[in-house]
């Protein structure tokens, strides 16, 4: 669990990862980078990049961001027209070098890659099974699982591939390389993003289809659930792993995680954002004299919130962009003075006036503490919470690091008892009719409802039954 100074720090939920490949282009490692550095916000404790030319795999991995981990020489050394990268945020299996991926698995049939997204549920079932029979683990990373699953299987790689994802529940997009061939795959709730593009002749793959605009290229639809596209001897070939698919995808994608200029499932994040907010002036109105969001994720909810109250929308904060990586701890004196703080208030705006405070989620309450405090201190008179989200009341399997019950305040407080504990004259959250409005029907919703999409039972029997 996270320590209170981290919570401090990052301030909100973190997710697992995001991956980006290329096929078919010169340099692709290069054109991988640039995607990393837009995936960055979604992990910033490791990167990586494997590439291909045809015959052998190169993999560059090391710990911190994209930039800096790689330089252009190390570039250099990543050659061939197909590439995988990965940026890491752990929530399963802890950090370390040794799980910072793409994972390159040694095997007598083939090298190969895996960089994944999402997080395994059945993972403690599936690594007792394996160790049983054999399998040596070398990381402490859930991802590594389907490297010894496909191992295991007999058949084509691509068939080997096919059947190891029928044993694995819970929340995967991955993309893995062989050094002729890539296999682009997302589970079959469609948990976790994942797009593909087109760049000339080239294909590229995302967990975010925003990565696309820096590399010039072009968004052609999402990765569907349970798809398997290969990609070998420049031809695309498309499969299902099984047909018993839903559409889950996290809601906290179009609430925190994703930039407003990702499109998911058809629907571009800004404008959920924006009707999210819309919906919350509906759904709560109050008198006020502007709204101001919480930077980056709830300022397209407060243009929403202000479109429909005819509230003036306002920059009452501000963020302060580099604080987050910082190890020093601030001592007593700088804690209280919010210093640390990623966000600034902006006097400026909010002195004496009575603020619409929009943001997208509450987890253990302290960030909004905060907030408010900072809010408060620059002067700021009442202040009414709105927040694009229902209350958070239960963990996340699927690859968030909501961990447990304990540190979820939604699980103790009413919405009234929570205003005050974080100091708003007022606080309400998005209804879940509000918010599948908002974001359509194909989300997931479990961590506001307790309703998971996925039986975490055992699939250990199952496997041993096929062996
Ligand atoms: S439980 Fe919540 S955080 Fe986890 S996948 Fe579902 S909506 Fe996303």
Redesign the pocket.
């Known amino acids: 669990m996270k320590s209170e100074f981290e919570y401090f720090l990052d301030g909100k ?1 973190n997710e697992e990862c995001g991956v980006f490949g290329a096929y078919n282009i010169d340099e692709a490692s290069q054109i991988v980078y640039y995607g990393l550095h837009s995936l960055q916000h979604r992990g910033q404790e490791g990167a990586g990049i494997a590439s291909s030319d045809g015959e052998n795999i190169i993999t560059k991995k090391g710990e911190g961001l994209a930039s800096e981990v790689f330089d252009s020489e190390k570039l250099s050394t990543l050659i061939g027209n197909m590439s995988v990268g990965h940026v890491r945020y752990s929530t399963s299996g802890g950090g370390g070098i040794e799980n910072v991926q793409p994972l390159f698995i040694r095997a007598h049939t083939g090298n190969f890659v895996v960089a994944h997204n999402g997080n395994i549920v059945n993972t403690r079932e599936l690594k007792m099974h394996l160790e049983a029979m054999g399998s040596i683990f070398h990381t402490t990373s859930d991802s590594e699982i389907i490297a010894h699953l496909i191992q295991r299987e007999a058949g084509d790689f691509k068939e080997k591939i096919l059947k190891a994802l029928t044993k694995i529940e819970g ?1 995967f997009s991955f993309i893995i390389m062989t050094k002729d061939s890539m296999y682009v795959i997302r589970d079959k709730n469609g ?1 976790r993003p994942l797009a593909m593009g087109t760049l000339d002749n080239a294909y590229v793959f995302s967990s975010e289809s925003s990565a696309f605009q820096i590399v010039g290229a072009k968004y052609l639809r999402d990765v569907e659930p349970a798809e398997v596209i290969t990609l070998h001897k420049n031809n695309i070939e498309i499969d299902f792993y099984t047909d018993a698919t839903q559409n ?1 995808m ?4 179009y609430i925190y995680f994703s930039r407003p200029d990702t499109i998911i499932n058809g629907l571009n994040v800004h404008t959920s954002r924006r009707r999210a907010g819309a919906i919350l002036a509906r759904e709560c109105p109050v008198n006020a004299d502007i709204v101001i969001g919480v930077p980056d994720s709830s300022l397209s909810s407060a243009m929403g919130y202000s479109d429909y109250s005819n509230i003036p929308c306002e920059m009452g904060l501000i963020k302060n962009r580099y604080v987050g990586r910082t190890f020093i701890k601030p001592n007593q004196m700088l804690r209280e003075r919010g210093v640390m703080m990623k966000l600034s208030a902006m006097e400026a705006i909010v002195r004496d006036k009575n603020l619409i405070l929009v943001d997208d989620s509450i987890v253990r309450g302290t960030t909004s503490r905060h907030i408010i405090k900072l809010l408060k201190n620059a002067g700021a008179k009442e202040i009414h919470v709105r927040i694009t989200s229902s209350p958070i009341i ?1 963990p ?5 690091d ?1 961990s447990n019950y304990d540190e979820l305040i939604s699980t103790k407080y009413n919405a009234k008892e929570l205003a005050d504990f974080i100091g708003a004259d007022s606080l309400y959250f998005l209804s879940s009719e509000g918010m599948y409005e908002a974001m359509g029907k194909n ?6 409802t307790g309703k ?1 999409p996925t039986s975490t039972f055992s699939l250990l029997d199952e496997i041993k039954n096929q062996k």
């Open positions: 939920l929340a948990f889950k996290c809601a906290m994608e239960s996340c399997f699927y690859g968030v909501i989300i997931c919703t479990a961590c506001f998971y």
